[in-house]
């Protein structure tokens, strides 16, 4: 199973995973190959969050010839799956051809850049949140591509478990992630899952990834 154990988090090693990523941090490529290689990245990790964390079940299979015993992954349908806008919307697209039945949900959140760090956190603004009901028997998964500072991760993660129960399991999962984050989100909420592509070096005095991917919202949108 391509996951393995870090101290702060679980590292998909898949090797299309890795090579999807490489892809993806290089200056070289443009917005349409970048858009793409993040739905690519979305695919390959709801694959693996299923190969690694979901039981499946014998079933009874008639096939044309005879009776057999086939299997299938349970849970399926209990599947959550928020999207912190706007950079995990093609990381969630991926996402969702994994899991084609998960329910849905969306967090508009955004760090106020000019306020700058304080104990190496940033001022959060959430300006949209749409979420669907959360139940025990639930798999929710929410993927923002950057892992930074954890500032954006923790304040999503406050509004999405504020008035559900505790989900069944709780995925935080991203492309890119700094260790500060993955700390800060750990302790914060043990009882989360920590996924990611990629534990990067640092963080640089501005709170963003190095190396990185630059802004992922910026380089698949073309805003800038």
């Known amino acids: 199973m391509p996951i393995s154990e870090r101290d702060s988090a679980s590292l ?6 890795r090579d999807t990523l490489s892809r993806l941090r290089s200056t070289e490529t443009e917005q349409v190959a970048f858009r793409k290689g993040l739905v690519k990245l979305g695919r390959i990790c709801g694959y693996e969050i299923i190969d690694g964390a979901m039981e499946t079940e014998y079933v009874s299979i008639q096939t044309p010839l005879a009776e057999t015993t086939g299997e299938r992954v ?3 349908d209990d599947v959550v799956i928020v999207n912190v806008l706007r950079a995990a919307t093609p990381f969630v697209e991926g996402l969702l051809k994994a899991f084609p039945r998960a329910k849905q949900g969306v967090i508009s959140a955004g760090r106020d850049e000019e306020a700058g760090m304080t104990d190496g956190e940033f001022p ?9 009901e959360i139940t025990e028997n639930d798999t929710v998964i929410v993927a923002d591509p950057m892992l930074a500072t954890g500032s954006t991760m923790c304040t999503v993660l406050e509004h999405v478990l504020a008035d559900a129960p505790e989900p069944e399991d709780l995925f935080v999962l991203s492309a890119v992630s700094a260790p500060d984050g993955l700390l800060r989100v750990g302790e914060r909420f043990p009882e989360a899952d920590l996924l990611t592509v990629s534990i ?9 990834i190095v190396p990185g991917l630059g802004d992922a919202g ?4 073309r805003t800038q």
């Open 12 to 17: 998909i090693t898949h090797a299309l995973a």
């Open 74 to 76: 349970k849970g399926l």
């Open 124 to 132: 959060i603004s959430i300006d949209y949140t749409k979420l669907p």
């Open 200 to 208: 990067d070096d640092r963080l640089d005095e501005n709170g963003f």
């Open 218 to 221: 910026d380089r698949a949108f």
